[in-house]
């Protein structure tokens, strides 16, 4: 199989994860809550760093946060979510309409990075709150015992993630 079709199948496989309704993935209410190490307040990001691509302009600001460790980036689990006005969203996110936007996130040791590659002005993105919540690798292990499994964990939405993951 060439380079090509292999890059097509997992550009494929990574879309068909992301676009799945939060919806799809039902909350287990018999399982007992999972205390998870931390989860952020609700933030504004006032600090944006752009650049301008050819079809879109990338904004990106860092949140530190010493909680993400090592053992959280290659064992655990980080899910983060933004809200504006009464809308929230679990990342990453397509948002289309008159603000065509792609939302995402990655984490690294103590820092969680904010993504959002923009196809018009985004007049959102200094509205818009963000909060994630850290899944150490023992609490997702005991998740993944009581049947979550990483993939259900990250289609959760926000309403269930914050019954399942408790602080």
Not at 22 to 35: F, G, M, R, S
Not at 40 to 67: H, M, Q, R, V
């Amino acid at each position: 199989m060439s380079k090509h079709k292999l890059t097509i199948i997992g550009f494929s496989l990574v879309f068909l994860i992301t676009s799945c309704r939060k919806n799809d993935v039902p909350y287990n209410e018999t399982a007992d809550n999972i205390e998870v190490s931390k989860s952020s307040d609700w933030k504004l990001i006032a600090n944006w760093a752009s650049e301008k691509n050819e079809k879109f302009s990338t904004f990106t600001s860092a949140i530190e946060d010493g909680n993400i460790t090592t053992d959280v980036v290659s064992k655990g689990l980080v899910l983060a979510f933004t809200k504006s006005g009464n809308s929230i969203n679990a990342l990453p996110y397509q948002q289309s309409g008159g603000n065509d936007a792609y939302w995402y996130y990655q984490v690294s040791p103590s820092s969680i990075t904010f993504l959002i590659d923009a196809y018009k002005e985004n007049k959102t993105l200094k509205s818009t709150e963000f909060k994630y919540f850290i899944v150490t690798p023992d609490q997702l292990k005991d998740l993944e015992t009581k049947g979550y499994s990483r993939i259900e964990l990250m289609l959760l939405t926000y309403e269930d993630a914050v019954a399942l993951l408790k602080k």
